[in-house]
């Protein structure tokens, strides 16, 4: 196995890289001086890609790799990996549910918990000194509240099931109504903001989820509505998220995602009722790792002629 092609498009897990290396010819992306000349010298030698939540494939990327045969995403999203076209062209593509569910909905609620118990808020307060000299505000009850869930998916399912245990009452909007579910299902998201004190984002971004978060449904999750988003940043539109969040016309906001990843509008590092993520919602050890083997059992198996472990084109 050895002898195939595996480009990596992104710094995203060392002990994935190394385990790569180990199996595979690895070429970095990222590392590359010169890479029209990499790509003139290389890329018939390349089989795979392994993209990330940054740099997935695109239709570019697919185009300059003629023996590519698979795109194994370090990512359960595949927002940043043309399916459409790895569909016409017979790309196999990969992705790594399931391993993630956990860590992804533990983030959403954590984030629940920080915006509403102001809890980095309360941090700041006293390693400033602050609470020497003043009281600490009170910050608003999460047991009991109305969650509503956008995506009832994996990890929608994962989130609910949690906040339930927080005695939540859940109700979801998603593209089909789940018959099976016990949860209450509003056909549009408008209807489902209105209904709930905190609104999850944990829904693919599609183009039809393309910044599904707009003005009118942030209005209708209101004055003390919370959104918490843990899909992508593209779900919201952020130009209209943080204008509410600087007006008052939205209570807070638990952000672990944002449309223009690394940047951050700066206006929302001023605000106490906004809690921000690095876009680390999976990234714990254990997940990292039984992502990264997910990843590379999928090139194995590819490379082997066996079935793809998950497979998605
Ligand atoms: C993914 O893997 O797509 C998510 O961004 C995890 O948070």
């Given amino acids: 196995m050895e002898a195939m092609g595996v480009l990596m498009t992104y710094p995203m ?11 595979f010819t690895l070429f970095r992306l990222w590392n590359l001086p010169n890479k029209t000349h990499f790509f003139n010298h290389n890329a018939h030698n390349i089989q795979a890609v392994v993209g990330s939540t940054h740099i997935g494939a695109d239709r ?6 003629p023996a590519l045969e698979i795109v194994s995403s370090f990512s359960v999203g595949l927002d940043k990996v043309d399916l459409a076209y790895c569909k016409e062209k017979g790309i196999r593509v990969t992705n790594t ?5 956990d860590d992804v909905a533990d983030t959403a609620i954590g984030l ?20 020497k000299k003043d009281e600490f505000k009170l910050s608003v009850k999460f047991s009991g509240k109305k969650v509503g869930i956008l995506g009832l998916g994996r990890i929608g399912t994962a989130i609910a099931k949690r906040a339930e245990s927080f005695n939540c009452s859940i109700s979801y909007h998603s593209r089909l109504e789940k018959p099976e579910s016990k949860y209450k299902y509003y056909p549009s998201v408008i209807k489902l903001a209105s209904n709930c004190d905190i609104l999850v984002v944990a829904c693919a971004l599609t183009e ?23 899909g992508r940043g593209a779900h919201v539109d952020e130009r209209e998220l943080v204008s509410a969040l600087v007006e008052g016309r939205l209570a807070g906001a638990g952000l672990d995602v944002f449309e223009h990843e690394p940047q951050v509008p700066e206006e929302l590092f001023g605000l106490d009722n906004v809690v921000v993520l690095p876009h680390v919602a999976s990234s714990t050890v254990e997940t990292e790792m039984a ?14 002629k066996n079935p793809l472990l998950t497979p998605v084109v």
Wanted: hydrophobic fraction near 45%.
């Fill in 291 to 304: 992502m990264a083997d997910l990843v590379v059992g999928n090139l194995e198996a590819h490379f082997l």
């Fill in 60 to 65: 570019e990327l697919i185009d300059s790799l």
């Fill in 97 to 101: 549910p399931d391993v993630l569910t």
């Fill in 208 to 230: 039809q989820t393309r910044h599904i978060i707009n003005r009118e449904v942030i209005d209708a999750l209101g004055p003390k509505g919370v959104l918490v988003n843990i």
């Fill in 13 to 23: 897990s060392s002990y994935l890289e190394q385990r790569l290396q180990n199996r």
């Fill in 112 to 131: 629940i918990l920080a915006t509403l118990r102001r809890i980095c808020e309360g941090d700041r307060f006293v390693r400033s000194g602050l609470w």
